[in-house]
Nanobody, 121 residues
Framework: QVQLVESGGGLVQAGGSLRLSCVATGRTFRIYTMGWFRQAPGKEREFVAAITGSGGSTSYADSVKGRFTISRDNAKNTVYLRMNSLKPEDTAVYYC??????????????WGQGTQVTVSS
């Protein structure tokens, strides 16, 4: 059974930084695409970033390019999202997803429970 557990969310001032973590169990972690999505109140869930199983390729939403960095540690079954220069519009619940073995940054089979990120102005 696949389980994804996010952590690292919180309250931060605009311009600050946070690092989200997501630990995955239940499947061979290193062969699956991992990604981050977010959902703000009243809005649909939107793509943030994705990374291939090897970590060799990444994809980002235009709104976070240059500020957010996705990475993974396959020895720890963990994917990270480093968020710098945070803005109030980054406020959302952030979800970790586990996708396919082929590269498709927008397709996910499993989701975590989410972690709240709130950026104050």
């Amino acid at each position: 059974q696949v389980q994804l557990v996010e952590s690292g969310g919180g309250l931060v001032q605009a311009g600050g930084s946070l690092r989200l973590s997501c630990v995955a169990t239940g499947r061979t972690f290193r062969i699956y695409t991992m990604g981050w999505f977010r959902q703000a109140p009243g809005k649909e869930r939107e793509f943030v970033a994705a990374i291939t199983g090897s970590g060799g390729s990444t994809s980002y939403a235009d709104s976070v390019k240059g500020r957010f960095t996705i990475s993974r540690d396959n020895a720890k079954n963990t994917v990270y999202l480093r968020m710098n220069s945070l803005k109030p519009e980054d406020t959302a619940v952030y979800y970790c997803g586990q996708g396919a073995t082929v590269w498709d940054p927008y397709r996910y089979d499993y989701w975590g429970q989410g972690t709240q990120v709130t950026v104050s102005s």
